[in-house]
């Protein structure tokens, strides 16, 4: 008996990782009918508190970019055939949203995301992110591998 998926997040940062993640989700959200994609976009607010104080127009513009990056990945989900998109924008720490807050939010029962970053500081600070949600995450996850030589 195959596992069915119903509900699957994918959390995207514009990042090459992350698109690999989201072409994944799509074809896993493909072979589960019915089952929604949940975009997931978290605006790591620790990135600019400190720049805030100076420029209040940083989380506007943040929030406007986390739309545009989610909007399209929407439109190409619905491309390939998946009607049920739901779009995510959260605030906070990316670990500890997608892993205690959101998996709840949306009841998710997968996890898609992308495995490292390109230098040993991506690779830091973006494994770390996979490795807490794998650690952490009481539903399956899939950690998508970018491959190493791109066509």
Known sequence: MTNHYKSIIVAVDGSKEAEYAFKKSIEVAQ???DAKLNLVNVIDTRSFAAIE???RSIAER???YSE???DGYKKQAE????SNVNIVIEYGSPKTIIT???SKIVDADLIVCGATGLNAV???LIGSVSEAIVRSSKCDVLVVRTPA???
Do not use: M, P, S, T
């Open 53 to 55: 104080a100076y420029d």
């Open 31 to 33: 072979r589960n009918k």
């Open 122 to 124: 991506e690779r830091f």
């Open 62 to 64: 943040a929030q406007k």
């Open 79 to 82: 491309d390939a055939g998946i």
């Open 100 to 102: 205690k807050e959101l």
């Open 68 to 70: 545009e990056l989610l």
């Open 149 to 151: 030589v791109e066509e």
